[in-house]
């Protein structure tokens, strides 16, 4: 199973979301593109999080030295993203691939996150509760739906927002995978805590 991990905006928790799934499935982990922080990269947090001894971590295909959208940060670096240069990692064990930023987050002039997004790949969707959450939420199902991008499920982000909850799964008939509540830290045991929890409605996908 190999399981993509958009959110509908940047720090929503993906990174969170992909270690807890990481952890859950034992899984391989996979971040095509690293813009910034990359000594504290978003691989580099999920190895620390996880506490499973089978995961692999795969290098990512482009570490860019600024913390802004990818195509800027590629040419703050001089290069091109060009996404024949961005190969899956070979494995027999599930993996989890995490975007960067939303599904609409450019690469390059022509190319989004979006085109990272194969026919095999199963989308979870990370939704965080903040003002204007539910319009950002079905804008990135509407996207995802006008490129015939099956979603297999929705993680929500932050304490239980019932009312915002019930309005997205009702308009987008998403399966709920689960909630990561604002915890006051994360560490392995708290990441296996989740893990436990969204196992089996992972394993249903």
Same mark, same amino acid.
């Given at each position: 199973m190999?399981?993509f991990?958009?959110?509908?905006?940047?720090d929503?928790?993906?990174t969170?979301?992909s270690?807890?799934?990481?952890?859950a499935?034992?899984a391989d982990?996979?971040?095509?593109?690293q813009a910034g922080?990359?000594?504290h990269s978003d691989?580099?947090k999920?190895?620390?999080f996880i506490?499973?001894s089978?995961?692999q971590?795969?290098? &990512?295909?482009?570490? %860019?030295?600024?913390a /802004?959208s990818?195509?800027?940060?590629?040419? =703050?670096? $001089? #290069?091109t993203?060009?996404?024949?240069y961005?190969?899956e990692p070979k494995?027999?064990?599930?993996?989890v691939i995490e975007g960067?930023g939303?599904?609409l987050?450019?690469?390059n002039d022509s190319d989004?996150?979006?085109?990272?997004?194969?026919?095999?790949y199963?989308?979870?969707?990370?939704?965080?509760?903040?003002?204007g959450?539910? &319009?950002?939420t079905? %804008?990135?199902?509407e /996207?995802l739906?006008n490129?015939?991008?099956? =979603?297999a $499920? #929705?993680?929500f982000s932050g304490?239980?927002?019932?009312?915002t909850?019930?309005?997205?799964?009702?308009k987008?008939g998403?399966?709920?995978?689960?909630?990561?509540d604002n915890?006051?830290y994360?560490d392995?045991n708290v990441?296996q805590?989740?893990?436990?929890?969204?196992?089996?409605n992972?394993?249903?996908?």
């Amino acid at each position: 199973m190999k399981l993509f991990i958009t959110g509908i905006g940047t720090d929503v928790g993906k990174t969170i979301a992909s270690a807890i799934l990481t952890q859950a499935l034992e899984a391989d982990y996979w971040k095509p593109i690293q813009a910034g922080d990359l000594d504290h990269s978003d691989s580099y947090k999920v190895k620390q999080f996880i506490s499973n001894s089978t995961s692999q971590i795969f290098e &990512n295909s482009y570490k %860019l030295n600024t913390a /802004a959208s990818p195509h800027l940060a590629a040419a =703050i670096d $001089g #290069i091109t993203i060009e996404l024949q240069y961005i190969k899956e990692p070979k494995t027999k064990n599930h993996l989890v691939i995490e975007g960067a930023g939303g599904i609409l987050v450019p690469l390059n002039d022509s190319d989004c996150i979006i085109d990272l997004i194969k026919k095999d790949y199963k989308v979870i969707v990370v939704s965080r509760h903040y003002l204007g959450s539910i &319009n950002h939420t079905l %804008l990135t199902y509407e /996207a995802l739906k006008n490129r015939n991008i099956p =979603i297999a $499920g #929705i993680i929500f982000s932050g304490d239980e927002n019932k009312a915002t909850e019930e309005i997205i799964l009702k308009k987008t008939g998403g399966k709920f995978i689960g909630r990561i509540d604002n915890e006051p830290y994360f560490d392995q045991n708290v990441i296996q805590y989740y893990a436990d929890k969204f196992r089996d409605n992972l394993l249903l996908l």
